[in-house]
């Protein structure tokens, strides 16, 4: 818990000093062309005592704020499908906005603040979550250890009873059910999780269906001549673990689930997780193969005018829920945080 809090500042602290780096002109040129902007939930913050995955959303006033803060910056707001057209044209830099997963606020809340600064936006959408066939690991996981105070899991050794009263304990359980999620057969080990929470009497599939849009959210949203849907695959696994006959599987199959929702083909894709360990140039490959114009990854970065990593392995900066303020949107948007991590 202490090291969360000090990484937490850590960044929060690189940020300011990005942030006055870029007041003062300095490192302009970490600005490149732009950015791609991932978020999830787009909700108001609801009151929970533990809350794991609390950077996976920020609220609709931060989101206005970040809009308001990009356009006061100069960037131009550009659908992503229309990025490589903009990132061959002169003028200031550009701004896309991606949400993961295909949640319901992103209906109910997000909408609404993209039309009020006309920004395109694009929802990626996994398969799974849509049909019901799938669910999202992480709050079924939150939910499980926010109301228990002891439950059972097997790591692969047997059933261990793990004590998960006190807020530290529960972090660190969620850390290493999530780590062993990561490392070991990904269904396996979510099937494994999705046992103790039947057990423990939290239906997954019903959080699936709480939290994530179907068919008829998604075309609602669709509507929007803001709002494009990209595909995410249709179980949501980390890629570069599958086999190359999985893999392929996962993208063609959520590229026509998704055609089957809109009536055209996605021309884009992100990756599950998006980080160095679950995306590799294989599925790059995969990607510009099956005719996606691009493909995003959550390695952080902003845009030059030709890509080294190419247009299928596109980096993103996170809009932070634990970081909602006007100037971090600037101190990102500058580039100068990763220029300064690598230097």
């Keep these: 818990m202490i090291r969360t809090i000090v990484r937490r500042a850590a960044i929060a602290g690189g940020l300011e000093v990005a942030g006055g780096l870029s007041r003062a002109g300095l490192m302009a040129g970490a600005r490149g062309r732009g950015a791609i902007f991932t978020l999830h939930h787009v909700r108001p ?21 970040a809009l308001t803060t990009l356009k006061r910056d100069g960037y131009r707001f550009v659908a992503l499908e229309h990025l490589p057209e903009a990132l061959a044209t002169k003028g200031g830099p550009v701004a896309c906005f991606t949400l993961d997963d295909g949640y319901r606020n992103n209906l109910e809340h997000a909408l609404p603040i993209f039309k009020r600064h006309q920004a395109p936006f694009t929802v ?30 097997d790591f692969g050794r047997g059933l261990e009873t793990l004590h998960v009263s006190a807020t530290a304990q529960r972090q660190a359980t969620f850390n290493r059910i999530a780590a062993f999620i990561h490392s070991h057969d990904e269904a396996k080990a979510i099937a494994c999780l999705n046992a103790a929470a039947l057990d423990h009497g939290i239906d997954p599939l019903a959080i699936t269906e709480r939290l ?28 570069a673990r599958l086999t190359d006959a999985e893999a392929r599987r996962e993208i063609e199959e959520s590229l026509r689930r998704v055609e089957a929702i809109t009536g055209r083909r996605p021309l884009t894709f992100a990756y599950p997780y998006g980080d160095a360990p679950a995306v590799s140039p294989r599925e790059h490959g995969i990607a510009a193969d099956l005719g996606f114009t691009l493909a995003v990854t959550t390695q952080p970065g902003t845009l030059a005018a030709r890509m080294q990593s190419g247009l299928h392995a596109l980096p993103r900066i996170s809009l932070n829920g634990h970081f ?5 949107v600037s101190a990102l948007a500058s580039g100068i945080p990763f220029r300064l991590k690598t230097g």
Aim: without cysteine.
């Design 45 to 65: 913050k609801p009151a929970r005592g533990f809350d794991p995955n609390a950077h996976l959303e920020v609220t609709p006033d931060f989101l206005d704020v």
């Design 324 to 328: 909602q303020r006007s100037r971090y």
């Design 212 to 239: 994530t849009l179907d068919e008829a959210g998604l075309r609602r949203l669709d509507e929007s001549p803001l709002a494009s849907l990209g595909a995410h695959t249709i179980s949501h696994r980390s890629v």
């Design 124 to 153: 990626f959408v996994a398969g799974g979550f849509v049909d019901r066939t799938h669910t999202l690991w992480w709050e079924t996981l939150a939910d499980l250890l926010a109301t228990n105070e002891t439950l059972r899991f």
